[in-house]
């Protein structure tokens, strides 16, 4: 069964930048829509990016646009978020997750994705 991993959390300071990647084990997420979620403490979990599977098109919500990118790296089958100009509020457990299959589209709509990964945390300082 497809279990996602994420990696690549950590702590920055404000205005820095780090990188998460998803993977799946013995998997390649090509195939598969990926959406980027993060959870703040106390605070809701928020979908901010996602990407389709056929075209590699992105879905960007305001708070990261301009200054978080997603990507396919298409020879390790893995999903890939730059991160940018990182804020405090920025902080908190991002999860990667998987959507539908060979779509040419994303949403952030949490109940279109079915499996989870446990999350890193990014810690982003004042």
């Known amino acids: 069964q497809m279990q996602l991993v994420e990696s690549g959390g950590g702590l920055v300071q404000s205005g820095g930048s780090l990188r998460l990647s998803c993977a799946a084990s013995?998997?390649?997420?090509?195939?598969?829509?990926i959406g980027w979620f993060r959870q703040a403490p106390e605070k809701v979990r928020e979908g901010i990016v996602c990407?389709?599977?056929?075209?590699?098109?992105?879905f960007y919500t305001d708070s990261v646009k301009g200054r978080f990118t997603v990507s396919r790296d298409r020879d390790k089958g893995t999903v890939e978020l730059e991160m940018t100009n990182l804020k405090p509020e920025d902080s908190g457990v991002y999860f990667c997750?998987?959507?539908?299959?060979?779509?040419?589209?994303?949403?952030?709509?949490?109940?279109?994705?079915?499996?989870w990964g446990q999350g890193t945390q990014v810690t982003v300082s004042s």
């Open positions: 997750a998987r959507g539908g299959v060979l779509k040419d589209s994303c949403g952030l709509v949490e109940s279109a994705f079915d499996r």
């Open positions: 013995g998997y390649t997420l090509d195939p598969y829509v």
């Open positions: 990407i389709s599977s056929l075209e590699g098109r992105p």
